[in-house]
Structures are given as C-alpha cells and as structure tokens.
C-alpha cells in the first residue's frame, strides 16, 4: 500500500503568513527608547544643536551660524555604555555632525556640548 501524501493546506499557510505579518510591529515596539539631554556651554557663539535619536544612535547636528571658525567638544554620558568623547571643527555657515552608536541597551544619554572659537 502507498503512503498518502498530502500537500500542505493554502489556509495554513496563509494563516502562517498572518502571523508573521502581525508580529513584525510587536518587534519594533521592542525597539529602544530614551531620553537625550544636551547642556551647551556656547560661550557666546551661535551655534544651533539639534538631535537625531534612532533606536541604534544619536545623531547631534552642529550648525555654526557665527562668523568665525569654531571647535565644539561633545561628551556623550549613555550608561551602561561607556562614556564617549567627539570634537568637531565646523566652518562659518556650516554644519557638523556626532554620531554615537548604541553598544549596550541604554535609557537616557546626556550630551555636554562645549564650543569656542578655533585657533587659527
């Protein structure tokens, strides 16, 4: 006597297929969330700072509206992850950007931002 194959059914795939879907928000609801505190000590200067949060990184957008050349120092504070330091020289007009990348789950990341003007 034969064995009887049978195909899979097309209704348990496509309920297979209805899961997988419906699961792929709950995997982005996991994603990371935090808060980001910057304190700018800008001695005067304009300077514009803005911040990107991404579940992965921080990006910090420098944006140097003053009529000189200036350098900013960022130190980035995300514990668990260990503290992380960036300096930027960012022309008149211009924009520079930080970028920290998440090593570790973390909840708040505070960003001191300290720029003065570039030696010449």
């Known amino acids: 006597m034969m064995p009887c194959f049978t195909r899979p059914r097309p209704l348990l795939h496509s309920l297979a297929l209805s899961l997988l879907v419906l699961s792929a928000p709950a995997a982005h609801a996991q994603s990371q969330v935090y808060t980001v505190d910057i304190r700018p000590v800008l001695n005067g200067l304009d300077i ?7 579940p ?3 990006v910090v957008n420098l944006t140097n509206n003053s009529p000189t050349r200036v350098r900013c120092d960022l130190r980035y504070d995300a514990s668990p992850q260990t503290p992380f330091r960036s300096t930027r020289h960012i022309n008149p007009g ?11 789950r973390w909840f708040s990341v505070t960003v001191d ?8």
């Open 94 to 104: 211009s924009t520079g950007s930080s970028v920290l990348r998440a090593q570790r």
């Open 113 to 120: 931002v300290v720029c003065a003007p570039a030696p010449r």
């Open 56 to 58: 992965r990184k921080l």
């Open 48 to 54: 514009r700072i803005e911040h990107v949060a991404d």
